[in-house]
């Protein structure tokens, strides 16, 4: 089993990265804050106008530590990152199933929607008391009309372009009753569906946040196996957009992301004061906010599940890479079909 390596998140804009021997330290204001050793490292993602010496570029790079470069709001600008080991033959396979996609885009929709629908089904058995009549109706028709969607992709013969009407027919019934599931008092913690560039509400600032942090690590787990992560399957091919991480994270948004943001937000963790108002409506993370979402992604992903196919527990930080290594067995022929990943 692949070991979980650590990420370190670098969110003060003050801080300054440099090597020592071994060691990444991190300054602030010229004195030492953090010493981590590289060989604990599978990456650094800073926020911001943070300083990062050459010599710890050079050293991340040689040693496969990735570096990742983000605005202060989370928004990719730039990745540094030694030569990528790709396995030709696994790749040209990825590029010819690439145009034929609708066995594995099959796959991956069905993975998200019976994970969207176990996020809607789990607030129904754990709150279902304290939801008021017609918010419990509205979660209940949706979990019965996703049912329907997750059936009807389920059968064969769909093609690709079906399969994607179906994952965002099935999205805005999720998102539709997203607002329910969120027990905040505050007034302005609520959602009105989805907001992206810019964020307009906390609710979507968090989501975002977290989606950025997701799609970084389901990157880092395609190239990991040898995968590229520019060639998609279910979201099609753009310049500089990494499909194939976008399609990985699908399956986790509902519950690496999702219940994850609810869970901050419910239990108080995360209020409005803690976000920042911005001309034209644009809503961002604290710093302080920016911490505390950056400690509970690092505190779910230690968290073990039973992995559906293989049938052995790991961690959640673990299951992209292992969603990666099975789409590549299903590329090289060792599988049939790739395998969903289903939240138990």
Not at 271 to 299: H, I
Request: aromatic share 6%.
């Amino acid at each position: 089993m692949k070991k979980l390596l650590n990420t370190l998140y670098v969110t003060t804009e003050s801080a300054g990265l440099r090597k020592d021997g071994e060691n990444l330290v991190a300054e602030v204001e010229g004195g030492e804050r953090a010493r981590v050793p590289l060989h604990m490292l599978a990456s650094v993602v800073v926020f911001g106008g943070i300083f990062v010496s050459p010599a710890l570029m050079q050293t991340c790079a040689a040693n496969g530590v990735t570096i990742v470069l983000l605005d202060r709001v989370g928004r990719f600008q730039a990745r540094i990152e030694g030569p990528v080991s790709g396995n030709v033959l696994l790749r040209r396979a990825q590029y010819r199933q690439s145009d034929a996609p609708d066995e594995i885009v099959r796959g991956m929709v069905m993975g998200k929607l019976a994970n969207q629908r176990s996020v809607l089904m789990r607030a129904l058995r754990d709150y279902g008391k304290e939801f008021e009549e017609d918010a419990k109706s509205r979660i209940e028709d949706a979990v019965a009309r996703m049912a329907r969607i997750l059936r009807r992709v389920e059968r064969a013969g769909e093609g690709a372009e079906v399969l994607r009407g179906a994952e965002g027919e099935a999205a805005n019934l999720y998102f539709g009753v997203f607002d329910h599931l969120l027990r905040s008092p505050d007034p302005e913690i609520r959602f009105n569906g989805r907001s992206r560039r810019p964020p307009l509400d906390p609710v979507n600032a968090v989501l975002s946040f977290l989606y950025t942090l997701l799609t970084h690590d389901c990157r880092s787990a395609a190239e990991s196996v040898g995968l590229d992560p520019a060639v998609g399957f279910l979201h099609r091919d753009r310049p500089g957009r990494p499909s194939l991480a976008l399609d990985l994270m699908e399956e986790f948004r509902p519950i690496l992301a999702d219940r994850l943001a609810l869970s901050l937000f419910n239990r108080r963790q995360l209020r409005a004061r803690d976000f920042e108002r911005r001309d034209g409506g644009a809503v961002l993370l604290s710093e302080d906010a920016r911490r505390t979402v950056l400690s509970a992604w690092q505190e779910r992903k230690r968290e073990e599940r039973m992995h559906p196919f293989l049938g052995e527990k790991a961690p959640l930080g673990l299951m992209p890479y292992l969603q990666a290594q099975m789409l590549s067995r299903h590329l090289r022929g060792d599988l049939d079909a790739y395998p969903p990943w289903f939240w138990k």
